[in-house]
């Protein structure tokens, strides 16, 4: 990574700007032309340094709710159970762990509701049953960007 990539992460991370060819923006920010800002993204991306670009909303304040939840599965139901996860279009993230608890994921919904209708449809088609639901109690604002 050169000092030109970690000139793009910066921006990426802080300064994204939302018009019809943010790369033309940001090309220009960094003296580049704007098929190569794409390709030294798309690159990032390949090398896992990159993750997603996108926004990020607040679920509680479009009437969302959310919920993380922890659930212990077999090694032999492991598959099966990430794939009914990523399955639903309301997990936002979902992690594997070294833990009784092996699998965490966060689920977003319009209402608790539907939350407990997913879970209760996860615990029957996997067959995984020991999942823990937590939701926040206070929130916490990070600011997880990474100075390069």
């Known amino acids: 990574m050169d000092d030109i990539d970690k000139k793009l992460l910066n921006i990426l991370q802080k300064e994204f700007p939302l018009t019809e060819r943010p790369f033309a923006v940001i090309a220009e920010k960094c003296g580049l032309g704007e098929e190569e800002v794409i390709n030294r993204v798309l690159k990032l991306k390949a090398k896992g340094i990159v993750r997603r670009i996108g926004a990020i909303f607040n679920g509680a304040n479009l009437g969302r709710v959310s ?82």
Not at 111 to 139: P, W, Y
């Open 67 to 148: 919920t993380l939840c922890a659930a212990r599965v077999p090694q032999e139901k492991l598959g099966n159970f990430v794939g009914a996860v990523n399955a639903y279009s309301g997990v936002t993230h979902n992690y594997l762990r070294n833990n009784d608890y092996n699998v965490w994921f966060t689920v977003n919904a319009e209402s608790r509701n539907e939350i407990a209708r997913f879970l209760a449809q996860l615990k029957e088609t996997t067959g995984v049953k020991d999942i823990l639901e937590m939701q926040a109690v206070r929130t916490f604002k990070i600011d997880a960007s990474f100075e390069m």
